[in-house]
């Protein structure tokens, strides 16, 4: 059984450009979400995938956008960045009964964004 | 809404003595509680959760947790902490009415001593 991945596991960028985070769920797994981590925070949940839809959403800007595939892997795009975009970003799966608050969640090892 | 507050953003002790890891939440609805232990430059992992059966909620690496609802609590223990145990952990409230959205604390960060 493959957990889940993340690529890349680190990328440096400059304010007001564009990244895209990748994501592959655990097999088997219909949902994922997106999760913030600033250091010395926990993480702060940005929005969840499942089936291909956002069914939930943080409280993030809109310049945070993602994507599910019909593989069930998904994508973060973040515009526009800001310093304080810098952070590690966690990817998390789910076997998918949508919105189940019971459901454990599986999380990947992240990506560590530094913006310059 | 809901919250949850890890009491204790360092916790110190020695090796083979007991872990306590402190942590309260609020909610308006049952919540489901759950510890992830996250281990530098790795991704959070699961101990234990709770989901509204038996109260005290037996994990992995002998780590328990107890839901006492009359103190919105859910403190994480262990009888005798190894050096592997040094790492952040989280405290997770998810509601199972309104809002599923999940809520981490800021975290403890547990520190073992030879």
């Known amino acids: 059984e493959t957990g889940v991945t993340q690529s890349p596991t680190h990328l440096i960028k400059t304010r007001g450009q564009q990244v895209t985070l990748r994501c592959s769920s655990q097999?088997?797994?219909?949902?994922v979400s997106w999760y913030q981590q600033a250091l010395g925070q926990g993480p702060q949940f940005i929005f969840q995938?499942?089936?291909?839809?956002?069914?939930g959403r943080g409280n993030f800007p809109p310049r945070f956008s993602g994507l599910q595939f019909p593989n069930y892997s998904s994508e973060l795009n973040v515009n526009a960045l800001e310093l304080d975009d810098s952070a590690l970003y966690l990817c998390?799966?789910?076997?998918?009964?949508?919105?189940?608050?019971?459901?454990?969640?599986?999380f990947g090892p992240g990506t560590r964004l530094l913006v310059l | 809404a809901q919250s949850v507050t890890q009491l204790d953003s360092h916790v110190s002790v020695s090796e083979g003595t007991p872990v306590l890891l402190r942590c309260n939440y609020s909610?308006?609805?049952?919540?489901?509680l759950f510890w992830y232990v996250q281990h530098p430059n790795k991704g959070l992992q699961l101990l234990l959760k709770?989901?509204?059966?038996?109260?005290l909620v037996k994990g992995i690496n002998g780590f328990e947790a107890e839901f006492k609802k009359s103190e919105t609590s859910f403190h994480l223990t262990k009888p005798s902490a190894h050096m592997s145990d040094a790492a952040e952990y989280f405290c997770?409230?998810?509601?199972?009415?309104?809002?599923?959205?999940?809520?981490f604390g800021r975290g403890t960060s547990l520190i073992v001593h030879p």
């Open positions: 997770v409230v998810r509601l199972s009415g309104g809002s599923y959205i999940p809520t």
């Open positions: 097999s088997g797994h219909n949902t």
């Open positions: 995938y499942y089936r291909e839809e956002e069914n």
């Open positions: 909610s308006s609805y049952s919540p489901s």
């Open positions: 709770y989901t509204s059966a038996a109260t």
């Open positions: 998390a799966s789910s076997p998918g009964t949508s919105g189940s608050h019971q459901e454990t969640q599986y």
